[in-house]
């Protein structure tokens, strides 16, 4: 089966520097990878995603990479910002399932300091 | 309208009641699912819909039971849980897929935060 590994599981940063979090996965097979932000008592929300035929997806601040030879993928975000702070999950496709099932990683807790 | 609603916001039940959780979407989405989220743990699946037909039980115990009416609804109903089922429950849906490796996008709804006393 699919794991997800994600780390950092903790992540505290000064605002305006970068943060990367970096999730691994198994199967070479998957080929979409989005990325969720859960704020404290919120739903998770789709910040931003990449397939698999792209090395590289850019939205203003936030981006994701994919070495589909590493398995791994990575969301970077610059010039963070308070309101940056929440927990971000990594989530990739189970292999060999019948419907739209993800493995989703552990998360990492993000807090940007003022 | 590209929001997935659910009510109640709120649950504190009994461990003798039965409630029911509601799901909505109008995004014309064939795929919805339930999930259950742990205080600062990913969310779980517990249920797959895929063109109103039950697709996938996680092994999830028969006192929440699934139910899908239509392609905007789904329901999750819920009778003589435990305190540790108290949790989050998500909602989520998806365009839906004919087979293949999955590639949808889901969108979560805002969750129901159920408490079993």
């Known amino acids: 089966g699919e794991n997800v590994e994600q780390h950092p599981s903790t992540l505290s940063v000064q605002e305006g520097d970068s943060a990367v979090i970096k999730c691994t996965y198994s199967?070479?097979?998957?080929?979409?990878f989005p990325w969720y932000k859960q704020e404290l008592g919120k739903r998770p929300q789709l910040i931003i995603d990449i397939r698999s035929n792209v090395g590289e997806k850019k939205d203003q601040r936030i981006a994701v990479t994919l070495n589909k030879t590493a398995k791994h993928f990575s969301l970077h975000i610059t010039e963070t910002q308070p309101e940056d702070s929440a927990v971000y999950f990594c989530?990739?496709?189970?292999?060999?399932?019948?419907?739209?099932?993800?493995?989703f990683g552990t998360g990492t807790s993000l807090t940007v300091i003022p | 309208d590209t929001e997935v609603t659910q009510t109640p916001k709120h649950l504190v039940m009994g461990m003798t009641n039965k409630k029911s959780l509601k799901c909505e979407q109008h995004m014309g989405h064939r795929a919805m699912y339930w999930y259950k989220q742990k205080a600062k743990k990913p969310p779980e699946l517990m249920f797959v819909y895929s063109y109103e037909k039950l697709s996938i039980n996680e092994s999830v115990p028969s006192r929440f039971s699934p139910e899908c009416p239509n392609s905007s609804l789904l329901n999750l109903h819920l009778h003589a849980l435990q305190p540790e089922d108290s949790a989050l429950y998500l909602c989520?849906?998806?365009?839906?897929?004919?087979?293949?490796?999955?590639?949808?996008?889901?969108?979560f709804g805002p969750g129901t935060r159920l408490t079993v006393l």
């Open positions: 989530a990739a496709p189970r292999s060999g399932t019948t419907g739209n099932q993800f493995y």
């Open positions: 989520a849906s998806s365009q839906g897929y004919a087979g293949g490796t999955p590639t949808d996008t889901q969108y």
């Open positions: 199967d070479s097979a998957s080929n979409y």
